[in-house]
T-cell receptor, first 112, second 109 residues
Framework: DTEVTQTPKHLVMGMTNKKSLKCEQHMGHRAMYWYKQKAKKPPELMFVYSYEKLSINESVPSRFSPECPNSSLLNLHLHALQPEDSALYLC???????????FGPGTRLTVL | AQRVTQPEKLLSVFKGAPVELKCNYSYSGSPELFWYVQYSRQRLQLLLRHISRESIKGFTADLNKGETSFHLKKPFAQEEDSAMYYCALSRTSYGKLTFGQGTILTVHP
């Protein structure tokens, strides 16, 4: 398996909902990333996990809560989001010690 | 601070014409540079990295440290090259990729 998978593909949620995004890879990569991408804009880094430990948090609001339960899985828990959080959320992974990141297809999130 | 600049938001060429997508960066150390491509309705995928010096899909890019540039070139553009192209820079062994704003390339028949 040489791909990063993300579920769900689409998610619509209200501002009071709690939901989670899931990312999975079976390439043996030990670094995993969450990015946010607005339409026609570049991805913006949110979080980096290295060996299942959070190593970078780009000052993301606490309504986004990442979790890395094991080396293959990365979750992003969402709570009390705002309409401006609507975006494509991308997961990526890489071998430890390299910067060649492999991206998933993304989850398109709409916050009503 | 590291920064990546792609001066052209849009670039249009005809099929068979040469194409060059510009990328300039600012970083005081030794950067690692990449080109990523995002075709319509597809995931972001790595096209080139300067370390490997490969030619992928006919594209090449040379790191010019003197001019702090990493321009992407292809001698004969094809319609299937139409996509969004991002230049990206990284300075650590893992972690932060800094992307440019992207260039939308359209290749007309």
């Amino acid at each position: 398996d040489t791909e990063v998978t993300q579920t769900p593909k689409h998610l619509v949620m209200g501002m009071t909902n709690k939901k989670s995004l899931k990312c999975e890879q079976h390439m043996g990569h030990r670094a995993m990333y969450w990015y946010k991408q607005k339409a026609k804009k570049p991805p913006e880094l949110m979080f980096v996990y290295s060996y299942e430990k959070l190593s970078i948090n780009e000052s993301v609001p606490s309504r986004f809560s990442p979790e890395c339960p094991n080396s293959s899985l990365l979750n992003l828990h969402l709570h009390a989001l705002q309409p401006e959080d609507s975006a494509l959320y991308l997961c990526a992974s890489s071998q430890a010690g390299t910067n060649e990141q492999f991206f998933g297809p993304g989850t398109r999130l709409t916050v009503l | 601070a590291q920064r990546v600049t792609q001066p052209e938001k849009l670039l249009s060429v005809f099929k068979g014409a040469p194409v060059e997508l510009k990328c300039n960066y600012s970083y005081s150390g030794s950067p690692e540079l990449f080109w990523y491509v995002q075709y319509s309705r597809q995931r972001l995928q790595l096209l080139l990295r300067h370390i490997s010096r490969e030619s992928i899909k006919g594209f090449t890019a040379d790191l010019n440290k003197g001019e702090t540039s990493f321009h992407l070139k292809k001698p004969f553009a094809q319609e299937e090259d139409s996509a969004m192209y991002y230049c990206a820079l990284s300075r650590t062994s893992y972690g932060k990729l800094t992307f440019g704003q992207g260039t939308i390339l359209t290749v007309h028949p």
